[in-house]
Each structure stands twice: as structure tokens, then as C-alpha cells.
């Protein structure tokens, strides 16, 4: 399967700040989507985000709070703008390698907002 | 949105048993995966199942898509130390065009 890299793998911030998360992958892909993960919950899916178009977010999750850019079949970033303690939390990348192909993640990023 | 509903939430058992796990559904899945998560790391792909009644196999794991296309269930036999962790379950339904459902996870105590 795909190894995937996501950058940082953990951060502090301060309220009202932005991050920019990475995700790469050594290979290209067909899909790429933004999963979070709130302490002891299960995954909650953001956005797919799709190449050269804008993401595909879902209910609840809107591009001005988390814009994601997908330049290549190998790259995405994520952004948490604005952020409040609510935004702590893990966020992950995970692909499909090809069609009806299951989905792996990377390690995620450790998100704290003081 | 959807979730899965799986089960147990939690097990703590004895080095050596054996665990069962599952997960069920109210609509139609075609496809079933089966992840387990350790702290700070992202799910891992343990199974996959793509067709009813399936039964797929890998090391000490066990796995089947159940014939109704409804549920699944995973197996660990002769559990060990490493088996700790949270176990996901996660699918497809037949209506929805490639969006993951999740179950809520088992997590998984194993005392030596």
C-alpha cells in the first residue's frame, strides 16, 4: 500500500490562529480525503478533496473554516483557520490507491489549541 | 450522519483468549473493513471484504461479511500483548458513492 506522510505530526496553537496540515504520498492516488478524530471518538469525514477542483466538504464542515488544496495526484493540504480548544483534535489524511480500493491513513496530526 | 453499530465498545481479557467483535448495519453494505488504531498512530487496514459471506483470514485474524450484507464480524484467536488497541469497523453502503461509514470502535485490553 501507499505511504503516506502527514506534517506536522503534532502542534500547539494559539486561539485565533491558522495551520496548514501536509499530506504526501510516495505514489499517485485517486482519491484524497480529511478525516477528524476527536479524543476517543471514531473518524468524521471534513472534505474529499479533489484534484484541480474544489473540495467536496461534508455537512457541518465549510471551506472558509478548513480549505484544502490538492495541486497533484500525490499532495493535499488541510487548513484549520481561526482556531478555537473546540478545533483540538487528531486530524487524518487517508487515499485510495484505485477504484473500489480500501482506504489508508497516515499518522495523523495532533492538534491543541490554548 | 450514519454510524455503524458496533460491539462490544470494550474488552478486557486474558493473554491467549479469544475475541470476537462486530459490527451491524440497518441498509445494505458492499464492502466491510476492519482497522485497528494504536495510540498516535492512524487506522491500519487489517481486512477487507467485498462480497457476502466472505471469510478472509489474516495471521490470527479472522473476518466475514455476513450473508444478510448487514454485518460482520472479526475474530482474534489466542490474543497476545500487541493485540491492544482500538479495532474499527468501517464500510460501504450500497447507496452511497464511496463515502467511508464508520463504526464507533472496540477498544481492546489484553492483560498478560
Known amino acids: 500500500s501507499a505511504v503516506i506522510s502527514q506534517k506536522p505530526s503534532r502542534d500547539i496553537c494559539q486561539r485565533g490562529t491558522s495551520l496548514t496540515i501536509q499530506c504526501q504520498v510516495d505514489s499517485q492516488v485517486t482519491m484524497m480525503f480529511w478525516y477528524r478524530q476527536q479524543p476517543g471518538q471514531s473518524l468524521t469525514l471534513i472534505a474529499t478533496a479533489n484534484q484541480g477542483s474544489e473540495a467536496t466538504y461534508e455537512s457541518g464542515f465549510v471551506i472558509d473554516k478548513f480549505p484544502i488544496s490538492r495541486p497533484n495526484l500525490t499532495f493535499s493540504t488541510l487548513t484549520v483557520s481561526n482556531m478555537s480548544p473546540e478545533d483540538s483534535s487528531i486530524y487524518l489524511c487517508?487515499?485510495?490507491?484505485?477504484?473500489?480500493?480500501?482506504?489508508?491513513f497516515g499518522d495523523g496530526t495532533r492538534l491543541s489549541i490554548l | 450522519g450514519q454510524q455503524l453499530n458496533q460491539s462490544p465498545q470494550s474488552m478486557f481479557i486474558q493473554e491467549g483468549e479469544d475475541v470476537s467483535m462486530n459490527c451491524t448495519s440497518s441498509s445494505i453494505f458492499n464492502t466491510w473493513l476492519w482497522y485497528k488504531q494504536d495510540p498516535g498512530e492512524g487506522p491500519v487496514l487489517l481486512i477487507a471484504l467485498y462480497k457476502a459471506g466472505e471469510l478472509t483470514s489474516n495471521g490470527r485474524l479472522t473476518a466475514q461479511f455476513g450473508i444478510t450484507r448487514k454485518d460482520s464480524f472479526l475474530n482474534i484467536s489466542a490474543s497476545i500483548p500487541s493485540d491492544v488497541g482500538i479495532y474499527f469497523c468501517?464500510?460501504?453502503?450500497?447507496?452511497?458513492?464511496?463515502?467511508?461509514?464508520w463504526g464507533l470502535g472496540t477498544s481492546l485490553a489484553v492483560n498478560p
Open positions: 487517508s487515499v485510495e490507491t484505485g477504484s473500489n480500493q480500501p482506504q489508508h
Open positions: 468501517a464500510g460501504y453502503n450500497a447507496g452511497n458513492n464511496r463515502k467511508l461509514i
